[in-house]
C-alpha cells in the first residue's frame, strides 16, 4: 500500500480563507516532502522538511512534521484562486535510496 | 534552474506498437532519474530508478521487459512501453534529482499516453 494518505481528499475554500491538508505515513523517514500538482501537469516541489525538523516555513506555506504521530501538515494561508491545485505529501524513507513515496493527494478548490 | 523536459506531451498509438518517451535535465547533469506512472484522480507510482551508466532498478510489479528503460547520458532518461496495450494507457511523469544530488526531485510536465 502507499506510503502516505492524505485527508481530506477534497477541500473547497473561498479566496482569502485557510487550507489545511494532513498526511499521515506508515514507517520511518529521512524527509517528507510536499508537492503541487496542475491538472495534467507535472509536479512542482512547494517544501522539504526533515525527520529532526518540527516546522518550516515558505511564504504563505507552513509545513509541521510530528514524527511520533508519523504525520505532517500542510498550511496554505490566505489563499488565492491560483492555489487550486493537487497537493501531495511525498516521504523519502531512511535508506530508501532518494526515493519517493506519494500519497494519495488533496484536491483544493479555490473560489473567488 | 533545475528544469526537466519530456517528450512527446501527448502520445496516441495503435496496440501493439512500441512507444518511447524521453526525460531530459535540460540545465544540469541527473545521474539518477525516476519513472512514475499516474492514473486520472490518482497518486503517482513509482515504476523504476534510472541510473545513468547501469541497469535500472525497477519496483515489485513493474515488468521491465515491459517497460524498458535506458539512461545513456547525464541528461538523458528514455522509457519505452513495448507492445503497448490499452491498460497502458496513464499519465507517465519523469523526475530527476536535483544538481546537487538533494533530496528533492524536479519533475518533467508529464506525457499523456493513449493506446487504441
Known amino acids: 500500500s502507499q506510503q502516505g494518505e492524505e485527508d481530506p481528499q477534497a477541500l473547497s475554500i473561498q479566496e482569502g480563507e485557510n487550507a489545511t491538508m494532513n498526511c499521515s505515513y506508515k514507517?520511518?523517514?529521512?524527509?517528507l516532502q510536499w508537492y503541487r500538482q496542475n491538472s495534467g501537469r507535472g509536479l512542482v516541489h512547494l517544501i522539504l522538511?526533515?525527520?529532526?525538523?518540527r516546522e518550516k516555513h515558505s511564504g504563505r506555506l507552513r509545513v509541521t512534521l510530528d514524527t511520533s504521530k508519523k504525520s505532517s501538515s500542510l498550511l496554505i494561508t490566505a489563499s488565492r484562486a491560483a492555489d487550486t491545485a493537487s497537493y501531495f505529501c511525498?516521504?523519502?524513507?531512511?535508506?530508501?535510496?532518494?526515493?519517493?513515496?506519494f500519497g494519495t493527494g488533496t484536491q483544493l478548490k479555490v473560489e473567488l | 534552474g533545475a528544469v526537466v523536459s519530456q517528450h512527446p506531451s501527448r502520445v496516441i498509438c495503435k496496440s501493439g506498437t512500441s512507444v518511447k518517451i524521453e526525460c531530459r535535465s535540460l540545465?544540469?547533469?541527473?545521474?539518477?532519474m525516476f519513472w512514475y506512472r499516474q492514473f486520472p484522480k490518482q497518486s503517482l507510482m513509482l515504476m523504476a530508478t534510472?541510473?545513468?551508466?547501469?541497469?535500472?532498478?525497477?519496483e515489485q510489479g513493474v515488468e521491465k521487459d515491459k517497460f524498458l528503460i535506458n539512461h545513456a547520458s547525464l541528461t538523458l532518461s528514455t522509457l519505452t512501453v513495448t507492445s503497448a496495450h490499452p491498460e497502458d494507457s496513464s499519465f507517465y511523469i519523469c523526475?530527476?534529482?536535483?544538481?546537487?544530488?538533494?533530496?528533492?526531485?524536479?519533475f518533467g510536465p508529464g506525457t499523456r499516453l493513449l493506446v487504441l
Open positions: 523526475s530527476a534529482r536535483g544538481p546537487l544530488a538533494e533530496e528533492t526531485q524536479y
Open positions: 514507517t520511518s523517514i529521512n524527509n
Open positions: 522538511i526533515r525527520s529532526n525538523e
Open positions: 511525498a516521504t523519502g524513507l531512511a535508506g530508501g535510496g532518494n526515493k519517493l513515496t
Open positions: 540545465d544540469f547533469q541527473a545521474t539518477t
Open positions: 534510472s541510473n545513468e551508466g547501469s541497469k535500472a532498478t525497477y
